[in-house]
T-cell receptor, first 115, second 114 residues
Framework: GAVVSQHPSWVICKSGTSVKIECRSL??????MFWYRQFPKQSLMLMAT?????????EQGVEKDKFLINHASLTLSTLTVTSAHPEDSSFYIC???????????FGDGTRLSIL | GDSVTQMEGPVTLSEEAFLTINCTYT??????LFWYVQYPGEGLQLLLK?????DKGSNKGFEATYRKETTSFHLEKGSVQVSDSAVYFC?????????????FGTGTLLAVQP
């Protein structure tokens, strides 16, 4: 199989704090990981593409200083929402693939609530 | 740019009814097409896929055929169950890009009543 684990699954924190979300590929090496954001009853919007050992490529309109992505190893990528505010509340989902021409495998998502 | 359009929900059916969820796409190249399913509170799971024209993807009783002439990839199931209640996303991946980025439709909520 191809299992992707996301942690935490749910986080609630105060406005102004930074939150880190982890995405791990448990049984394969992921050269590429993707981060998505999903608003209630809406589709997934790609935020950024992360390749191991290099800087993430952000989609238009996504603030790279707000959403810090680190892909330091072939099994781990992290998304840090810096100085989070209520408008950052959302469902964040990661996916991972072995290489650029392989299917994406999705994590179960992280529900972020900023009070 | 590439895009995916799918029918709006919610779709409410009785158990054992026939299901169709429409999906059409626009793409400059020759994309692969996917259906993903999202159960409440979970991430996405790949349901089925098709990589070229006239291919039929199938899984768990669901089917979809890649129709290049109508740029469609409609999802069908002959007899739905309560456990099929979920959000279904149509998506495409354009092989012409440097990565296999997925472009998703807006999702269709399916509610199956006993």
């Amino acid at each position: 199989g191809a299992v992707v684990s996301q942690h935490p699954s749910w986080v609630i924190c105060k406005s102004g704090t930074s939150v880190k979300i982890e995405c791990r590929s448990l049984d394969f090496q992921a050269t590429t990981m993707f981060w998505y954001r999903q608003f209630p009853k809406q589709s997934l919007m790609l935020m950024a593409t992360s390749n191991e050992g290099s800087k993430a490529t952000y989609e238009q309109g996504v603030e790279k200083d707000k959403f810090l992505i680190n892909h330091a190893s072939l099994t781990l990528s992290t998304l840090t929402v810096t100085s989070a505010h209520p408008e950052d509340s959302s469902f964040y989902i990661c996916s991972a693939c072995r290489s650029s021409n392989q299917p994406q495998h999705f994590g179960d998502g992280t529900r972020l609530s900023i009070l | 740019g590439d895009s995916v359009t799918q029918m709006e929900g919610p779709v409410t059916l009785s158990e054992e009814a026939f299901l169709t969820i429409n999906c059409t796409y626009t793409a400059t190249g020759y994309p692969s097409l996917f259906w993903y399913v999202q159960y409440p509170g979970e991430g996405l799971q790949l349901l089925l896929k098709a990589t070229k024209a006239d291919d039929k993807g199938s899984n768990k009783g669901f089917e979809a055929t890649y129709r290049k002439e109508t740029t469609s990839f409609h999802l069908e199931k002959g007899s739905v169950q309560v456990s099929d209640s979920a959000v279904y996303f149509c998506a495409l991946s354009d092989h012409g890009g440097a990565t296999n980025k997925l472009i998703f439709g807006t999702g269709t909520l399916l509610a199956v009543q006993p």
